[in-house]
């Protein structure tokens, strides 16, 4: 992750932080944000590689239409980040290329 | 090069009507021979056994009510290698055929005795040989390390093999182009009027002419085979498939129920289902092919699916395909069957040159595919 | 199916339309079914309002907060709003199915209200995949549910008023644009000036853009007016780092590091094309949509369309639209003619609402090199297909997007055809010389949405 990447924060209301570990670092969210908004948060880039060219996306449409923030969410891969809530302790990873298919713990 | 010509007349030697994988591997093996073929196709919405298949080049099973089908179907098995390497040699387009043997997974042990005893059967009526395997969970496992605990076994066939559909159909448009073969998106071909040493086919953007002309149009020969004296019995059945994302490889073999594309994705299928002209899905059908992939293979439980169809099969009364030629009108033909991935190599080959040369392949005994079976 | 539990109406989507209808479904005494598949209700204009996280009231402006009295609809007794719920599958036998949290349910329901609303027009131009580059509706979004704003260096790019409100709101947040890039054609001017009638008439959106172009322009930052070429570059770590453009005959190179795209909205069609509606070309915003009645009832006579989804009109329009639906269904379903009381109204204040579309969309068009790309640019962002591969199929017997979808796997990833759809079939016309409606559409199947095998299993009755 590079800072210079990173997203900022403008002056909030209150909101819960919650501890998430994206490609093995830790970082605070807020309660209530997506996996995207944080990982664009930590200056998270790219987020996936495609399965296609191996090239690199990120988040593109932050409204689930365009699949481009598919990332490895708590063991699940190929998970819409856009679309999934923060929760404490999750783990999140890059999607590199196409998806394990024994890996998630169904 | 693709024509839309209007109104002005064009000929050709030989008119194949319908542009499916029947009709292109025949177009190809009489283009082949030197005779100027054009295929007649509809638009970008038709009803396409082609585009909605599922790819596998299967032999284990084929026939059992017909020995000259198993006949057929092996001889094409075996001549898929060459049209393979013919087409990705010509058009550079990869259609990923794999033929290192196929499963049949059972579910239950009654479905793997049966399907035993239905393979014991076949193999007695064919005493050169009807190679096939039964795999107990233990010997399955060993094949393929993710098969589910709740499946009894398989039954594999060394001869089964898989193809990209969707690929062979681009490859085959672009091999018969390559040798001058012209396909026309000419809508339906409503007429087909016998002249004397002729055909006349009658669409919205115009006539054709031609010597011959060759039924391939799928579920539309049923209307067009009447006009040039051939009864076609054939009706559609639904098969509905799922396709889930790509995942990295995992499925070494196709199955008949799941298999895995070159590109990682899964395809899962297929229902048979007697409903009309009706190519929709259904959740329930969908549901029930989703569980039967899942207990085959726990592991794509959390795979997401990507796209499900519905696309109908052509169908014949017994099952197997018809090969004939006019009797009254001896320049027309009619070619279907229910399998045109596996009898591709047969269609482009041994099929074409009967058609082209009036001389049939000995090894095809084709008055066992002549539709008068059907009138007894 | 039978044992399911049934409602009189389902809506899919609470947005405003989605919202308005629930409100007056509920009080015509039908039993309603709201879902949306965000985790809070308020649709695309008034995301998350129900808990609006930023501070400074000013940034979003009034016409977000307005939002705010929308959301009682929902609390009616009558009224049953489920978040989280994607609908993957809708049957003709009046079942649906989603899916909360990777479980799926099914429901029965008398009449539909698809209130789906839209997405932004897919801009394909060179670079529009790199990390970096995303759409002024996602920087939008990541200002109104969790108060982010760009990293920059970061420029905006496109047309549209949509463009002028994000650029607004962020200057207004106290970001650094670099520039704005605005790819408007000088042409559109002349042809919206046709429009000038209607536009009078919706002289207060007339007023809101003179607004935000002065707001724009006393800040400063740097407007490029009638710009082509655009071009998004990368650099060794193959993330944005420049865009270039050129105006006039001056070619423009400027450090990036994000790059806000955008090309107006575009219906989301994607359930009704799924449930075979018909649909139609629109020529002037140049996209589909369905085809309804006047009071939004679509080529199924249980299924209706209100808001952005059935045709762009904006927020206002689509609650208008929200309540006329909701009126004709509790109509249809109750035979009372007293529920049809106000909709002459309501239709009136629709047409005034409606009279400024004309101007816009003549505005608005897009340059043309985004709606008809050539060469190298991808058009498909999931499978990679790009615009001369597609070009290229016509010369192989493709007369329409099934067949290009067949030959090259353009919209058979993921997003099935939503990023790449609109630009096939344009790209197919303009090849063929033919129009839009005479090519066609992807058909699009179900599920609509991602769901796991093992979720669809679920759902099969031998596992009962
Ligand atoms: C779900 C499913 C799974 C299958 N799986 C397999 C498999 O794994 N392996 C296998 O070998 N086979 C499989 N099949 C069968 C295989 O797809 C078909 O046998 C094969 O595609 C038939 O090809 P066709 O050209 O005869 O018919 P079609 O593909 O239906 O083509 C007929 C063509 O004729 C055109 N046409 C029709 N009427 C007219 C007219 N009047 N004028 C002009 N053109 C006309 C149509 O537009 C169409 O292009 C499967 C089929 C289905 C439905
Ligand atoms: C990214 C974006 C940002 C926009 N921002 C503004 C703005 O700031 N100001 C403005 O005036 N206009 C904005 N618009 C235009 C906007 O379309 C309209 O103003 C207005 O929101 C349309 O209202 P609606 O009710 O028709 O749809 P929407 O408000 O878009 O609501 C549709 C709802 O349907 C839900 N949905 C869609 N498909 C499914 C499904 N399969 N299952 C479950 N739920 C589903 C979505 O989650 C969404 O909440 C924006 C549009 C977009 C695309
Ligand atoms: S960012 Fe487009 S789907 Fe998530």
């Known amino acids: 992750m590079a800072a210079d990447f990173s997203f900022n924060r403008l002056p909030c209301h209150e909101r819960a932080e919650v501890e998430i570990t994206v490609e093995g670092q830790k970082i605070f969210a807020l309660e209530g944000e997506t996996v995207a908004a944080a990982v664009m948060h930590a200056g998270l880039r790219p987020t996936r590689t495609t399965p296609v060219s191996g090239s690199g996306r990120a988040p593109y449409c932050m409204m689930g239409v365009c699949f481009d923030c598919l990332m490895n969410i708590d063991g699940k891969p190929n998970t819409q980040a856009c679309m999934t809530e923060v929760r404490e302790g999750m783990v999140i990873t890059v999607q590199t290329g196409a998806r394990e298919v024994s890996g998630g713990d169904v | 090069m693709t024509e839309s010509v209007r109104l002005n007349r064009g000929s050709s030697d030989v008119a194949v009507i319908g542009g499916g994988l029947v009709g292109l591997c025949i177009a190809l093996g009489i283009q082949r021979q030197g005779q100027q073929v054009t295929v007649y196709d509809e638009g970008d919405i038709a009803l396409r056994a082609s585009r909605g298949n599922f790819g596998l080049v299967w032999v284990q099973g084929k026939g059992d009510n017909l020995p000259a089908y198993t006949r057929i179907t092996r001889l094409s098995a075996k001549l898929w290698g060459g049209l393979a390497e013919d087409l990705t040699q010509h058009t550079g387009i990869d259609i990923q055929l794999q033929q290192r043997g196929g499963l049949f997974v059972c579910l239950s042990e009654s479905e793997l005795n049966s399907r035993q005893q239905m393979l014991e059967k076949m193999a007695a009526e064919h005493p050169q040989g009807y190679p096939f395997d039964v795999l107990d969970l233990q010997q399955l496992r060993e094949l393929i390390p993710e098969i589910g605990p709740e499946v009894a076994g398989a039954t594999w066939g060394p001869e089964d093999g898989h193809v ?39 669409s919205e953007q115009g006539e054709f002419s031609c010597n011959k002309v060759v039924l391939t149009a799928g579920l539309g020969n049923k209307s067009l085979g009447p006009m040039v004296g051939i009864d076609a019995p054939v009706f559609p059945n639904r098969g509905q498939v799922l396709i889930a994302e790509r995942v990295k490889p995992f499925l070494n073999y196709p199955t008949g129920h799941v298999r895995q594309t070159v590109e990682g994705t899964v395809q899962c299928g297929d229902s048979k289902e007697d409903v009309g002209f009706d190519t929709g899905t259904t959740t329930d059908v969908l549901a029930q092919i989703a569980h039967r992939a899942t207990t085959m293979f726990p592991l794509l439980k959390d795979v997401n699916l990507i796209r499900s169809w519905g696309a109908l099969r052509i169908m014949t009364p017994d099952g197997n395909p018809v090969y004939q030629q006019s009797e009254q009108y001896p320049g027309a033909y009619l070619v279907t069957c229910h399998s045109g991935v596996t009898l591709a190599a047969a269609h482009a080959g041994p099929i074409a040159d009967w058609i082209a040369t009036g001389i049939a392949d000995p090894a095809i005994d084709l008055e066992k595919f002549h539709g008068s079976r059907f009138q007894l | 199916m039978t044992g399911l539990q049934q409602f009189d109406l389902v809506i899919i989507g609470a947005g405003p339309a989605g919202m308005a209808a629930a409100r007056e479904a509920g009080e015509a005494g039908l039993n309603t079914l709201i879902l949306d598949e965000q985790p809070r209700a308020g649709g695309q204009i008034y995301r998350n309002i129900g808990r609006p996280i930023l501070q400074d009231r000013s940034i979003l402006g009034q016409d977000y907060y307005a939002g705010e009295t929308l959301l009682a609809g929902l609390s009616h007794v009558l009224v049953t709003h489920v978040a989280n719920a994607t609908v993957w599958d809708v049957t003709t036998d009046n079942t649906l199915s989603f899916s909360v949290k990777g479980i799926s349910r099914q429901v029965g329901f008398k009449k539909l209200l698809l209130a789906t609303g839209a997405q932004e027009r897919p801009v394909p131009f060179p670079g529009w995949t790199l990390p970096g580059v995303m759409t002024c509706g996602a920087a939008q979004i990541l200002l109104k549910s969790s108060g982010l704003t760009p990293t920059g260096p970061l420029v905006i790019a496109g047309s549209g008023p949509l463009l002028l409100l994000i650029a607004c709101q962020l200057i207004r947040a106290g970001v650094r644009i670099e520039a704005i890039v605005d790819t408007t054609p000088t042409s559109n001017y002349r042809r ?86 018909e649909h139609q070309w629109d020529e002037v915003q ?25 045709g762009i009109g904006g927020a206002i329009v689509a609650e208008i639209q929200g309540r006329i639906v909701a009126k004709e269904i509790a109509y249809q379903l109750n035979q009372e003619g007293a529920a049809v009381i106000g909709i002459d109204q309501l239709r009136k204040t629709l047409d005034d609402q409606l009279a400024i579309r004309p101007f816009l969309d003549h505005l608005y068009r897009p340059l043309d090199m985004f709606l008809r790309p050539q060469g190298e640019i991808i058009v498909c962002r999931c499978e990679e297909v790009t615009a001369a591969e597609i070009r290229g199929l016509t010369q192989h017997g493709c007369v329409g997007p099934n067949q290009t979808k067949a030959f090259c796997r353009s919209g058979m990833g993921p997003c099935q055809g939503r990023q790449c759809g609109a630009t096939v079939t344009a790209l197919l016309a303009d090849e063929l010389g033919k129009s839009p409606e005479e090519v066609g559409y992807y058909h699009i199947r179900f599920p609509i949405k991602p769901v796991s095998l093992g979720e669809l299993a679920g759902l099969s009755q031998s596992d009962a």
Request: charged share 20%.
């Open chain 2, 164 to 202: 990209n559909p969707l690929y062979l159909l681009r490859a085959l448009v672009a091999r018969f182009e390559s040798l001058g073969g012209k396909l026309v998106n000419a809508g339906q071909v409503s007429n087909i009027i016998p002249k004397k040493s002729q055909f006349v086919l009658q």
């Open chain 3, 192 to 277: 919206a000036l046709k429009e000038i009638f209607g536009a009078i008439k919706g002289w207060r959106y007339l007023l809101k853009g003179a607004r935000m172009l002065n707001e724009i322009r006393r800040s400063g930052v740097r407007y490029y007016k009638s710009a082509t070429e655009l071009t998004a570059e990368s650099g060794s770590d193959g993330n944005l780092v420049s865009v270039s453009f050129r105006k006039g005959s001056v070619h423009h190179q400027l450090p990036c590091k994000t790059l806000l795209v955008h090309q107006g909205v575009i219906p989301n069609t994607q359930l009704g094309r799924a449930l075979e509606l």
């Open chain 3, 286 to 310: 140049q996209c589909w949509k369905p085809t309804l009645s006047e009071n939004g009832c679509s080529s199924h006579p249980d299924i209706f369309i209100a808001g952005d989804s059935g």
